[in-house]
């Protein structure tokens, strides 16, 4: 395949964890990949730092329409994948309105510029499980009513919604992927997984003696984020545009991440971890599980990794990492 036939696909939030992999899912499926960048950023490029030299950066905001139409100009995509979001929810309540413009508007923007310049693109959403915050029933499927919990989970249902509204107004092939927590060492240190993963493995080498975490007892279903970025890819290789939930279909307490972490470790987690009720949600989300037996059966997606191989990889992958640091000193804070 010439570089000239090669599909191009731009991606949103490349940055990220999920950006990240997406991009080199794509690159090994032989397209040529974009990622938007904000103008001033402050972003750290050490998730895709392995892949710079084959990918193109453009600049560009959710906040502003403009630099969006441009971006799709330059970029010329036949994908466009929108992962980019004030995704941490705790902020949320502290950023409100900045979550709402980047989180929800950003996404009609997107759209927007989409229509505007190429309507044949195809496009997906990040959607949330967040979105589902006091559930309505369990399992959560793709009909299950929505009731957020959070700003960031409020931000993400008009997100969704106005991606079905672009789809049926304007016949655009737009689509929303409703993942539930997804991890991998490259998360975010503000997430609770990658939060006890780190912490163990400081308390491991040394480095500290404790953990102080929020709710142990609220429920997630978690899964690898590398297995959830294949299913955005296939929801958008398919004849029809539907949303799909994307879920291991089982759930966990932040307890057992303990369990599992420290254990790997060799340590004991119920020695270390200290409960801070300050760390608590204002409005907590007890259980969230997802059933994606609609993706296994029109996408043939399956999760590869399961939530113990995925915080045993999560451990590890923290320990090579402090245990570098200290090397290279100082201390790893």
Same mark, same amino acid.
């Given at each position: 395949?010439?570089?000239?036939?090669?599909?191009?696909?731009?991606?949103?939030?490349? =940055?990220? /964890?999920?950006?990240?992999?997406?991009?080199?899912?794509?690159?090994?499926?032989? @397209?040529?990949?974009?990622?938007?960048?904000?103008?001033?950023?402050?972003?750290?490029?050490?998730?895709?730092? &392995?892949? !710079?030299?084959?990918?193109?950066?453009?600049?560009?905001?959710?906040?502003? /329409?403009?630099?969006?139409?441009?971006?799709?100009?330059?970029?010329?995509?036949?994908?466009?994948?929108?992962?980019?979001?004030?995704?941490?929810?705790?902020?949320?309540?502290?950023?409100?309105?900045?979550?709402?413009?980047? =989180?929800?508007?950003?996404?009609?923007?997107? *759209?927007?510029?989409?229509?505007?310049?190429?309507?044949?693109?195809?496009?997906?959403?990040? +959607?949330?499980?967040?979105?589902? $915050?006091?559930?309505?029933? =369990?399992?959560?499927? #793709?009909?299950?009513?929505?009731?957020?919990? +959070?700003?960031? $989970?409020?931000?993400?249902?008009?997100?969704?919604?106005?991606?079905?509204?672009?789809? #049926?107004?304007?016949?655009?092939?737009?689509?929303?992927?409703?993942?539930?927590?997804?991890?991998?060492?490259?998360?975010?240190?503000?997430?609770? =997984?990658?939060?006890?993963?780190?912490? %163990?493995?400081?308390?491991?080498? $040394?480095?500290? $003696?404790?953990?102080?975490?929020?709710?142990?007892?609220?429920?997630?279903?978690?899964?690898?984020?590398?297995?959830?970025?294949? %299913?955005?890819?296939?929801?958008?290789?398919?004849?029809?545009?539907?949303?799909?939930?994307?879920? +291991?279909?089982?759930?966990?307490?932040?307890?057992?991440?303990?369990?599992?972490?420290?254990? &790997?470790?060799?340590?004991?987690? #119920?020695?270390?971890?200290?409960?801070?009720?300050?760390?608590?949600?204002?409005?907590?989300? @007890?259980? *969230?599980?997802?059933?994606?037996?609609?993706?296994?059966?029109? *996408?043939?997606?399956?999760?590869?990794?399961?939530?113990?191989?995925?915080?045993?990889? !999560?451990?590890?992958?923290?320990?090579?990492?402090?245990?570098?640091?200290?090397?290279?000193?100082?201390?790893?804070?």
């Amino acid at each position: 395949m010439t570089s000239r036939e090669a599909p191009r696909a731009l991606i949103t939030g490349i =940055t990220g /964890q999920d950006g990240s992999y997406l991009a080199e899912l794509l690159l090994e499926q032989g @397209y040529e990949v974009y990622g938007v960048v904000r103008r001033s950023s402050t972003e750290a490029f050490e998730r895709i730092a &392995h892949i !710079m030299d084959r990918v193109e950066l453009v600049q560009a905001d959710l906040t502003d /329409q403009m630099s969006l139409v441009e971006a799709i100009r330059t970029a010329r995509p036949r994908e466009v994948y929108n992962l980019a979001a004030q995704s941490f929810v705790p902020t949320s309540w502290r950023q409100p309105l900045l979550t709402g413009d980047v =989180t929800a508007m950003g996404v009609t923007r997107m *759209l927007e510029a989409i229509r505007m310049v190429d309507p044949a693109i195809r496009f997906y959403q990040a +959607s949330s499980s967040e979105m589902y $915050g006091q559930v309505q029933e =369990t399992p959560q499927r #793709e009909q299950t009513p929505f009731y957020p919990r +959070s700003p960031y $989970g409020v931000a993400k249902v008009y997100g969704h919604w106005i991606t079905v509204n672009y789809r #049926e107004s304007y016949g655009l092939f737009a689509v929303s992927g409703i993942l539930f927590n997804h991890e991998s060492p490259r998360r975010g240190l503000e997430f609770v =997984t990658r939060k006890i993963t780190h912490g %163990a493995a400081r308390i491991k080498t $040394g480095l500290d $003696g404790e953990l102080r975490l929020g709710n142990l007892d609220a429920k997630r279903d978690w899964g690898y984020a590398k297995d959830y970025v294949r %299913a955005m890819w296939l929801m958008l290789q398919q004849d029809d545009p539907a949303d799909y939930v994307i879920s +291991s279909d089982e759930t966990h307490t932040v307890r057992e991440v303990c369990e599992i972490a420290f254990g &790997h470790l060799g340590l004991n987690w #119920e020695d270390h971890v200290v409960v801070d009720p300050a760390l608590y949600r204002p409005a907590e989300v @007890y259980e *969230l599980l997802g059933d994606s037996s609609k993706a296994r059966k029109a *996408l043939d997606w399956r999760p590869q990794v399961d939530f113990a191989g995925l915080i045993q990889l !999560m451990a590890e992958a923290d320990l090579e990492r402090v245990q570098r640091r200290i090397r290279q000193g100082p201390d790893p804070a």
